[in-house]
């Protein structure tokens, strides 16, 4: 599975990805808003990429795209991909690297993995679940056309906190009129 942009590869992770990833994902700044906590051992990183590189992108549960730069090969972040519902509807997922932020590199990573789902695989939906205080990744799916459809508060006890959820989404139809924007 490959996935190309301008600038970027989206391609399943490879064991020489860990220490990237680790090191990325132990950023406390990166990992305020996911499911896991700085730091992010190496060995954790080694157990992920070995189980990611296995999984099938195209069946229903999570799949992780390593995002890779064209230009020298440094892994970028990722993007996760949870297909559901049969296979018409997936939710998303991305982390980016902390310095290749700013530079459109989400945008053009989450951009391509949408196009993917909703006009290359046919899918109905994609929608996305984040943290209200996430501003970056909320500004990033609106870019992108997604539609805010809701905010469901304090529905999360997150790393020890009670915390609300932004609900983003993306029709098919819609991502034709939004995804040139």
């Known amino acids: 599975m490959l996935l190309?942009?301008?600038?970027?590869?989206?391609?399943?992770?490879?064991?020489a990805d860990a220490p990237a990833l680790a090191a990325y994902?132990?950023?406390p700044g990166v990992a305020r808003y996911q499911s896991w906590?700085?730091?992010?051992?190496?060995?954790?990183a080694i157990a992920f990429v070995t189980e990611t590189a296995h999984l099938d992108p195209e069946r229903e549960g999570w799949f992780q795209y390593a995002v890779e730069a064209k230009d020298g090969g440094?892994?970028?972040?990722?993007?996760?991909?949870?297909?559901?519902?049969g296979g018409r509807q997936a939710e998303i997922g991305f982390t980016l690297a902390p310095a290749f932020q700013g530079r459109g590199y989400a945008t053009e990573a989450v951009r391509r993995v949408v196009e993917f789902l909703l006009v290359e695989?046919?899918?109905?939906r994609v929608h996305a679940s984040l943290d209200a205080r996430n501003a970056p990744s909320a500004r990033l799916l609106e870019r992108l056309g997604f539609r805010?459809?809701?905010?469901?508060?304090?529905?999360?006890?997150?790393k020890g906190e009670w915390t609300d959820d932004l609900r983003y989404a993306v029709l098919a139809s819609e991502w034709s009129r939004s995804s040139t924007a």
């Open 4 to 15: 190309e942009t301008d600038r970027l590869v989206l391609r399943r992770f490879r064991p």
């Open 25 to 27: 994902r132990s950023d």
């Open 37 to 44: 906590d700085a730091p992010f051992p190496l060995g954790d």
């Open 74 to 85: 440094a892994l970028v972040g990722d993007v996760g991909v949870n297909r559901g519902d």
């Open 121 to 124: 695989e046919g899918l109905h």
């Open 148 to 158: 805010r459809e809701g905010l469901c508060l304090q529905a999360s006890w997150w």
